[in-house]
């Protein structure tokens, strides 16, 4: 059985950084595309950056791009989120998402599913 379990969410202000992680257990962790979602109260889940099996290939939302840094470590199953120069917009709940065969930014195009970790930032 799949998990994916996220860490490292909190509270930041305007302009800070934080490092979210997802180690995942139950599954071949190199052969799956893992990405990063995100939901703020209100709306729909969106898509914020995914990284191929052997993390040479990323993507990102139009949103994060030159923000974020998604990125992986096999040795360990964990892939992270490198958030910088966060805004109030960026606030929500943040889940990882796991996938073998799909390289895409809808939520049908990842299979598994973490719990999600909040991230909020004050003005």
């Known amino acids: 059985q799949v998990q994916l379990v996220e860490s490292g969410g909190g509270l930041v202000q305007a302009g800070g950084s934080l490092r979210l992680s997802c180690t995942a257990s139950g599954l071949s962790f190199s052969r799956y595309v893992m990405g990063w979602f995100r939901q703020a109260p209100g709306k729909e889940r969106e898509f914020v950056a995914a990284i191929s099996w052997r993390g040479s290939s990323t993507r990102y939302a139009d949103s994060v791009n030159g923000r974020f840094t998604i990125s992986r470590d096999n040795a360990k199953n964990t892939v992270y989120l490198q958030m910088n120069n966060l805004k109030p917009e960026d606030t929500a709940v943040y889940y990882c998402?796991?996938?073998?065969?799909?390289?895409?930014?809808?939520?049908?195009?990842?299979?598994?599913w973490g719990q999600g970790t909040q991230v909020t930032v004050s003005s």
């Open positions: 998402a796991a996938d073998t065969t799909n390289w895409g930014t809808t939520r049908a195009d990842f299979g598994s």
